[in-house]
């Protein structure tokens, strides 16, 4: 049967399963008889959207967009989820009025402060992935001091992406593995795919098997260009401050609807990691 990439949430072969009448619950039990997806990443969009369809100035968007952020970070952790990369800021989007990006910064920064307790609480250790170096110094202060005291667990990781731009990254790691090739540590036939991935960001981490954006765009917008090579791709409508537990329970049991084939003829045996 041929399937469709690109599936809304409800527009499935079990669209079903959208109703109201399909409680947290019983889309918790249809999850359970599947498979996870290692890796989830999420492009979190349509902040800006939300707002301005109630009248309110964007930053009241980004402000709900952490509320959902919170929610689907714990929903991770209790499902399992051993990877959750979600994309906060890109490195285009600087180029959005200077005040949009202070507010911002701001509230990155109280998410920061607020969510550590909740990060030690359920031993999630915590990543900002992207070019941080750049960020204002009280930013990178938090950064720092939650990564630092995250360090050890091993629950679950969280990346965020922050000043991250995939093709920055990708030049980021081929500059890192020049260095180590010039300085004799590495020799040309040991450059590799898995060896060039271990200059990535997310080096030592599994690539993303499932990468969720909100709002109806149907772009990736430079997030994870080379560990997206074989993600199952998952576009919802749905603008990111109303992205709840349903809908990421929703996107999970849609991928494991997927078929991942990896260039055989069929699944292959067993769990079906590159
Ligand atoms: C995503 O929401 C958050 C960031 C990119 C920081 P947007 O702010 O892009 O919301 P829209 O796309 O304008 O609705
Ligand atoms: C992508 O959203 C970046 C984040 C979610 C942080 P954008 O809203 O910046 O993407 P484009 O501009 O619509 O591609
Ligand atoms: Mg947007």
């Known amino acids: ?10 527009q499935s072969a079990d669209a079903g399963l959208d ?4 409680s947290e619950e019983s889309l918790r039990a249809r999850l359970a008889r599947g498979e996870l997806p290692r890796h989830v990443a999420i492009i979190m969009d349509g902040n ?5 369809s109630r009248g309110l100035p964007r930053i009241a968007g980004h402000r709900a967009g952490i509320a959902s952020a919170k929610e689907i970070v714990e929903l991770c952790r209790e499902l399992g989820v051993q990877v959750l990369t979600m994309f906060a800021f890109s490195s285009e989007n600087w180029q959005r009025p ?3 990006v202070r507010e911002l910064m701001h509230l990155l920064e109280q998410y920061l402060k607020q969510e550590l307790p909740t990060m030690i609480r359920h031993e999630i250790r915590f990543r900002a992935i992207g070019r941080t170096g750049i960020l204002p110094a009280s930013v990178r202060r938090w ?51 898995p060896m060039l991935a ?3 960001s997310t080096g030592g981490l599994p690539d993303p098997d499932l990468i969720i ?9 430079n997030f994870l260009l080379w560990q997206a090579a074989y993600a199952e791709l ?3 409508k749905t603008l990111w401050p109303d992205f709840h537990r349903r809908e990421l329970l929703l996107a999970l049991i849609d991928y494991q609807r997927r078929e991942r084939r990896f260039g055989r003829v069929q699944k292959p045996a067993g769990r079906s990691w590159l």
């Open 143 to 193: 950064i720092t001091r939650v990564e630092t005291e995250t360090a050890e667990y091993k629950q679950m990781t969280l990346n965020l992406a922050l000043n991250y731009g995939g093709r920055a990254e990708i030049v980021d790691a081929v500059s890192a593995l020049c260095t180590d090739l010039l300085a004799g540590r590495l020799s040309l036939p040991q450059l590799t795919e």
């Open 234 to 236: 998952y576009f919802t």
């Open 48 to 52: 800006g959207r939300w707002a301005e």
């Open 198 to 200: 271990q200059y990535l």
């Open 98 to 100: 200077t005040h949009e």
């Open 19 to 22: 109703t109201p009448a399909s």
């Open 1 to 10: 049967m041929e399937r469709k990439v690109v599936m809304e949430a409800g």
């Open 213 to 221: 954006r909100t709002s109806g765009e149907y772009r990736i917008s």
